[in-house]
Nanobody, 125 residues
């Protein structure tokens, strides 16, 4: 099982980026794919999640209305469209996968079994 996150870069505040998470070694069926943000010197925090079974989406309050998660199951790829970026969005973004199950805390890192290597997003003010 491998997850490959990409799409990070340097952007000015108010700009946009689209991150991609490409999965290999498994199919998205019955998996939840989460995005996590780790700011410099801080713990990893859940940003968003999408469940492959029904396409349900979840967002942290800090990104609601600005970020959109989507998936292309045929390509085994999940996207995170990030708009209206703020300097506090700076950090490494990781995608992660776990099997869907009841009482899954979708924005908690400890719930996830497989992790990508992360992609760096830098938002300048």
């Amino acid at each position: 099982v491998q997850l490959q996150a990409s799409g990070g870069g340097l952007v000015q505040a108010g700009g946009s980026l689209r991150l991609s998470c490409a999965a290999s070694g498994f199919t998205f069926d019955d998996y939840a794919i989460g995005w996590f943000h780790q700011a410099p010197g801080k713990e990893r925090e859940g940003v968003s999640c999408i469940t492959s079974s029904d396409g349900s989406t979840y967002y942290a309050d800090s990104v609601k209305g600005r970020f959109t998660v989507s998936s292309d199951n045929a390509k085994n790829t999940v996207y995170l469209q990030m708009n209206s970026l703020k300097p506090e969005d700076t950090g490494v973004y990781y995608c992660a996968a776990t099997r869907e199950r009841e009482k899954l805390w979708v924005l908690f890192a400890t719930e996830y079994d497989y992790w990508g290597q992360g992609t760096l997003v830098t938002v300048s003010s």
